[in-house]
């Protein structure tokens, strides 16, 4: 049973910084895709940053720069690296993971959706 359990949610003011976790347990981590997806409300859930089992990584367009993903294998652990952060940031940060495949690379699962997702953590930025 695949499970994952995000932390580090919280509030802050625009320009401000925060790290996500996300803990990971019960299938073999470290050759899975792994990402970051969020959901405004009254907005479609959109994929923020993945990365897959050989460490290349992939960001939505308007992250990039700003938000780094990165993940500890000894501790089956998930990381977001958010800096610089603006309002529209605002909003539900869901882990999510995906045993992917050759035909279902990291990128595209985090354009479609992954199979597994935690309950989410709570990013709210104040201007």
């Known amino acids: 049973q695949v499970q994952l359990v995000e932390s580090g949610g919280g509030s802050v003011q625009a320009g401000g910084s925060l790290r996500l976790s996300c803990a990971a347990s019960g299938y073999t981590y470290n050759s899975y895709c792994m990402g970051w997806f969020r959901q405004a409300p009254g907005k479609e859930r959109e994929g923020v940053a993945a990365?897959?089992?050989?460490?290349?990584?992939t960001y939505v367009d308007s992250v990039k720069g700003r938000f780094t993903i990165s993940k500890d294998n000894a501790k089956n652990t998930l990381y977001l690296q958010m800096n610089s952060l603006k309002p529209e940031d605002s909003a539900n940060y869901y882990c999510a993971a995906d045993p992917g495949g050759p035909l279902r690379p990291c990128f595209l699962a985090l354009k479609y959706g992954m199979n597994y997702w935690g309950k989410g953590t709570l990013v709210t930025i104040s201007s």
């Open positions: 990365i897959d089992g050989d460490g290349n990584t």
